[in-house]
């Protein structure tokens, strides 16, 4: 079955420093690849898109990778915030019975940027 | 334009009775997804609309559960026999299937409790 794995355990980081995440996945060939905030009691909210011909992809301080030998894609964060702290999801969409854009997420990681 | 709504945002309810939740998607989005989201977890697929028509239901979702879209623009989701596993998080997103557009634009979500 599909399987999509994030950093179980919570990231921290001091501020001003890079924060990278891990998304690996298995059992899935996804057209695309997404990155989502998530603040405790909200819905998550869109950050970045990846398709599956693409290596990397950035915006402002935001950088997203995607390697679909390793099955794995790399989310950073480059000069971090506090106000950066949330929880991240990953979620891999196409190509699944039923199309429609769906998308399967990981269980997320929460990071922590520290002053 | 306000984003995706829902209500209500809490529901608490016990166990054996019927809830129904709905979703306001923005306006000009042909599509509509609900997920659920316990705690710890990414959000899991349960269902998505375009327009009127459902075109796809998670094989985990029990027959419990029904959505509708009746017109093409709100949805609701309806629980019936609640049992304490439903309890979770219930989002709703929507996106505009329209050209390599694929982000997906979440409400806040609705609290189920079922004691």
């Known amino acids: 079955s599909q399987k999509i ?14 924060a990278t995440l891990t ?9 695309y690849l997404q990155w989502y905030r998530q603040d405790p009691g909200r819905g998550p ?14 915006k402002e301080r935001l950088k997203v990778t995607f390697d679909t030998t390793l099955k794995q ?3 950073h964060i480059t000069a971090s915030q506090p106000a950066d702290s949330a929880t991240y999801l990953c979620a891999l969409g196409g190509r ?7 998308l399967t997420f990981g269980t997320g ?3 922590k940027v520290e002053l | ?17 019927n809830v129904t939740f709905r979703c306001d998607p923005i306006s ?55 049992e304490q596993g439903d309890s979770a998080m219930y989002l709703c997103a929507s996106s505009l299937a329209q050209g390599l557009s694929y982000e997906q634009y979440f409400g806040p979500g609705t609290r189920l409790t079922v004691t």
């Open chain 1, 5 to 18: 794995e994030q950093n179980s355990e919570a990231l921290n980081i001091q501020e001003g420093k890079t």
């Open chain 1, 23 to 31: 998304c690996n996945y298995t059992n899935y060939s996804p057209a």
């Open chain 1, 45 to 58: 909210v869109f950050l970045l898109l990846i398709r599956e011909n693409e290596k990397e992809k950035r």
């Open chain 1, 73 to 75: 894609s790399l989310f």
């Open chain 1, 96 to 102: 699944v019975t039923g199309g429609g854009n769906k």
């Open chain 1, 109 to 111: 990681t929460q990071l």
């Open chain 2, 1 to 17: 334009d306000t984003g995706v709504s829902q209500n209500p945002r809490h529901k608490i309810t016990k166990r054996g009775q």
């Open chain 2, 28 to 82: 000009e989005h042909n599509r509509l997804y609900w997920y659920r989201q316990t705690l710890g977890q990414g959000p899991e697929f349960l269902t998505y609309f375009q327009n009127e028509a459902q075109l796809e239901k998670s094989r985990l979702l029990s027959d419990r559960f029904s959505a509708e879209r009746p017109k093409g623009s709100f949805s609701t989701l309806e629980i019936q026999r609640t």
